[in-house]
Every structure is written in C-alpha cells, then in structure tokens.
C-alpha cells in the first residue's frame, strides 16, 4: 500500500467519525519507531494493537515482531478493517472488527497469551468516559506482568484513565507527527 493511499483511507476515516479515529493523518515513521522501541515489540511473543487504522502502525510492529511472535489488531471502524484485510497479509497477525472492551475475549478465543505489549492510538479524550474506563481496566487485567502499555494521543486524557491501574507513565513527545503527539508508557508491576 502506497502511503498516499493510506493517508486517503485515513483522512476518510476521520471524515466518517472524527471522535473515533482522533486524527487527519496517519502516524509519522518516527512515531510508529519509538512506539515499537517503547513496546519492545522485538522482544514480545504477543502484542496487541488498538485501533490500527490503515495499518501504519501495524506493518511497523510486524516488522520489529520476531517469526514466532502474535498480533492481535482489533479496529472498531468498518472500513478499515476492510482496508486491512484487503492490504495486509502476515500470517503471524490476527484482525478483528471489534471494540477494545473486547479485548480479554477476543485473546481467549484466539487462544493467546497475556500480551508482553498494548500498543493503542484510540483516542480516549473523546470516547465516553465508562467506555475509556473499562478499556483501562481490561488493559490493566490481561496485560502480563512486565508488559509494556504504550499509547500515542493527542490529549492527555489517556493518563487520567491508566494511571489508577498502572501507576505513572513515562511521558515523552513525538514532535515529528501531525499533529504532535504525546507517548504514554506503563510497565505493569
């Protein structure tokens, strides 16, 4: 896929619902690479991605993925996960066109481990507030111990939501992005 096509299917995307997909433009390489050294993607047997989009992101943490590693991308919106399917062809990556509140069934059913790292770019400052909060929770539930959650966001609103079940993030900035954003990493204890 061509990243002026992606960036198209993405400026679509938000187009059709801007609360859920939180940005004109699909992730920066630059992003996409601290989100994999953030989430030791390299070292994971299962990640989990929420909200891939147009799969930027998702074609970054398979590369970095080892041979025998899992992950799971679970996209809420119709058309990008039509657009993933059609495009991304990786037997080690499992799509789901699901919510994130899915997420501790959708690993059971797929039979996968606690994930080493959730890699999230949905936007938590505009999701209702009990949805934000039960996806903490889940996030917080089958991650393993030791495992990373690494969220990207414009808004800060995602630490307000994790920060009760992992503690304090380290918080950076990815200054090349449109727009900038900020990078959230836990390390479950």
């Not at 990556?93 to 994130?100: F, G, I, P, Q, R």
């Not at 690494?150 to 090349?176: D, I, S």
């Amino acid at each position: 896929m061509s990243p002026l096509r992606g960036s198209a299917e993405f400026l679509k995307g938000f187009v059709r619902n801007p609360a859920q997909v939180g940005s004109v433009v699909p992730s920066s390489s630059r992003l996409e690479q601290r989100l994999v050294r953030n989430a030791r993607v390299a070292e994971a047997r299962c990640v989990v991605e929420l909200g891939p989009g147009t799969g930027g992101t998702t074609a970054a943490l398979l590369k970095a993925l080892p041979g025998s590693g899992r992950l799971l991308a679970i996209e809420l919106d119709e058309r990008f996960h039509e657009h993933l399917s059609r495009t991304l062809h990786d037997p080690r990556v499992t799509l789901e066109l699901a919510s994130a509140e899915r997420l501790a069934e959708l690993l059971q059913s797929r039979r996968l481990p606690a994930p080493d790292a959730i890699v999230s770019g949905i936007p938590f400052s505009t999701m209702p507030r009990e949805v934000s909060e039960r996806i903490a929770t889940l996030i917080a539930q089958v991650l393993r111990p030791g495992g990373r959650f690494v969220a990207y966001q414009v808004r800060a609103h995602v630490a307000g939501f994790l920060t009760p079940h992992l503690g304090e993030p380290v918080k950076e900035w990815e200054m090349v992005n449109v727009p900038p954003v900020r990078v959230f990493t836990w390390v479950k204890s």
